[in-house]
Nanobody, 121 residues
C-alpha cells in the first residue's frame, strides 16, 4: 500500500521558519495533487496548501505570502516552507497525496500520520 512519511515539525518562535517534508512510497503509478492540511483540537482539518503535478498551487488565505509549497515529482515528495510563523499556525500538519496505482484508476487520497508544529515564545 501507499505510505506518506513526514518530517520537519517542531517548536519555533513567532517569526521563525520551518520546512516540512513528505515522501510518498509504495505502489504508485502517478500522483496528482499533493498537499498539506492542518488541524487543531475541536476543529475540522483544513487545507493549508496544495500543488498539482503540473505545478498549480492553492493556499489558504491565512498563509498566503508566508508559506510556499513545492514538490519533487521524481522523489514523490512535497515540501512546505513556512516563514513568518504565527502562534495561530500551531497545529498538527498532515500530508496528503492523491495517488493513482494504475494509469486508468481514479486517484485515491492517502494521509500521513501528522506532525506537530508549535509556534510559541
Amino acid at each position: 500500500q501507499v505510505q506518506l512519511v513526514e518530517s520537519g515539525g517542531g517548536l519555533v518562535q513567532p517569526g521563525g521558519s520551518l520546512r516540512l517534508s513528505c515522501a510518498a512510497s509504495g505502489s504508485i503509478f502517478s500522483i496528482n495533487v499533493m498537499g498539506w492540511y492542518r488541524q487543531t483540537p475541536g476543529k475540522q482539518r483544513e487545507l493549508v496548501a496544495d500543488i498539482s503535478r503540473g505545478g498549480n498551487k492553492n493556499y489558504a488565505d491565512s498563509v498566503k505570502g508566508r508559506f510556499s509549497i513545492s514538490r519533487d515529482n521524481a522523489a514523490n515528495t512535497v515540501y512546505l516552507q513556512m516563514n513568518s510563523l504565527k502562534p495561530e499556525d500551531t497545529a498538527v500538519y498532515y500530508c496528503n497525496a492523491e495517488v493513482k496505482k494504475y494509469s486508468y484508476s481514479t486517484p485515491y487520497k492517502y494521509w500521513g500520520q501528522g506532525t506537530q508544529v508549535t509556534v510559541s515564545s
